[in-house]
């Protein structure tokens, strides 16, 4: 499966935007999808993950209650809506796929990746 993500731009800290990730093929609906994120001069970071048929979500501890994931498999499409953005929120975000039902916090596990979608958040 090919991602694309998309959505990413400049905003002020409280702001909102909410990114996509498109995903080519008709098997979308097979694997759970996850949000990760890296900053300038860091390791790449998990955000969010949602499970590929039950919608079983969870997040990493510095986005819960801002962040949700979504997915709406007739459009082969998973979410992040990013709600009280803060400057610490700022990286290239990326989307993966993953072949278990569940997901996961690893980003070693996840097999496909789209190419990232930056997020600036101003102060």
């Known amino acids: 499966v090919q991602l694309q993500a998309s959505g990413g731009g400049l905003v002020q800290a409280g702001g909102s935007l909410r990114l996509s990730c498109a995903a080519s093929?008709?098997?979308?609906?097979?694997?759970?999808m996850g949000w990760f994120r890296q900053a300038p001069g860091k390791e790449r970071e998990f955000v969010a993950a949602?499970?590929?048929?039950?919608?079983?979500?969870y997040y990493a501890d510095s986005v819960k209650g801002r962040f949700t994931i979504s997915r709406d498999n007739a459009k082969n499409t998973a979410y992040l809506q990013m709600n009280s953005l803060k400057p610490e929120d700022t990286a290239v975000y990326y989307c993966?796929?993953?072949?278990?039902?569940?997901?996961?916090?690893?980003?070693?596990?996840?097999?496909?990746w789209g190419q990232g979608t930056e997020v600036t958040v101003s102060s």
């Open positions: 993966a796929a993953d072949i278990s039902d569940t997901g996961t916090e690893v980003a070693g596990q996840y097999y496909y």
């Open positions: 093929g008709r098997t979308f609906s097979r694997y759970a």
């Open positions: 949602i499970s590929r048929s039950h919608g079983n979500t």
